[in-house]
């Protein structure tokens, strides 16, 4: 067990429970969009080198809240820190920089780059072209840095045999493989994952799994949302449940999966019941 898991022993589960160690803190987050709250999310903390699972229906908020706690939205209110330090209204690359990242749900590869490019386009260090650092060399060594680290990734999400292919050319699963390499270039701690399971063969499920998993025993902290509960069960330390936008339940896989709430927010009270009854 992982020591943030292991953490997390004897934390009761129950919606915005404190942890011992969170990396990530949201406070009274709220987000409409007309008429229709998509997010209320009075108080959630993520506990750090954990996999957290974020789960709910379709149209829960999970999306939203990514997309508002990563700078790719804006809160109608509300605060989130990360390492304790606020980082509510920065713009989504500096959110990045300060150890945070996201994959989506739709993968958002450069088709008409290599895959070895895709991947040194990340490097938050890229200094990018200028006449001063063609003189002095530094863009060069900066270019030549980024792409050893680049197929070290490569290497290790096994994408290394596609490096000189355009990415356009990746199925599905090796999209997603992508993005995670991508990802990994800006060293983050905390790694926010929208559905990486998606659309996937089986084959690359079970090595999408292998590598959340490891991202968490290197120290890393894993949230992903995800629908399969059968992933959810295998790899989570713990579960935070969303349904019309607010957190309706937390805790252990174990605990999640027998949560009347979650049963009636899923199925339906009817059907709840009758689940019960079999």
Do not use: C
């Amino acid at each position: 067990m992982a020591d943030g898991a292991a953490a997390l022993t004897g934390v009761a589960p129950r919606p915005g429970v404190a942890k011992p160690d969170p990396i990530l803190v949201v406070e009274g987050v709220t987000r409409s969009f007309g008429g229709l709250q998509a997010v209320d999310v009075s108080h959630l903390e993520v506990q750090r080198n954990t996999v957290t699972a974020l789960i709910g229906p379709n149209g829960a908020g999970k999306t939203t809240l990514f997309n508002l706690l990563t700078g790719f939205d804006q809160a109608d209110s509300g605060s989130w820190s990360l390492n304790g330090g606020p980082i509510v209204g920065i713009p989504a690359y500096q959110v990045a920089r300060r150890g945070m990242v996201r994959t989506f749900q739709l993968t958002r590869a450069l088709p008409r780059l290599t895959v070895l490019d895709n991947v040194v386009l990340a490097d938050p260090h890229n200094p990018g072209e200028s006449l001063w650092r063609a003189l002095i060399g530094g863009w060069r060594r900066g270019e030549e840095e980024a792409t050893v680290k680049a197929k070290a990734l490569l290497e290790r999400f096994g994408l290394e045999h596609m490096a000189d292919e355009y990415a356009g050319s990746l199925s599905g699963g090796q999209r997603k493989l992508l993005e995670l390499a991508r990802a990994m270039m800006v060293e983050p701690e905390l790694i926010m994952l929208d559905e990486p399971m998606a659309g996937i063969n089986p084959a690359l499920t079970q090595q999408l799994l292998t590598h959340i998993t490891g991202l968490r025993d290197e120290g890393k902290t894993v949230i992903f949302v995800e629908h399969d509960m059968d992933v959810v069960q295998e790899i989570s330390d713990w579960v935070v449940v969303l349904a019309e936008g607010q957190v309706i339940a937390e805790g252990t896989p174990s605990s999640i999966a027998g949560n009347p709430d979650v049963i009636e927010a899923y199925l339906g009270a009817h059907r709840g019941k009758a689940v019960e009854d079999e």
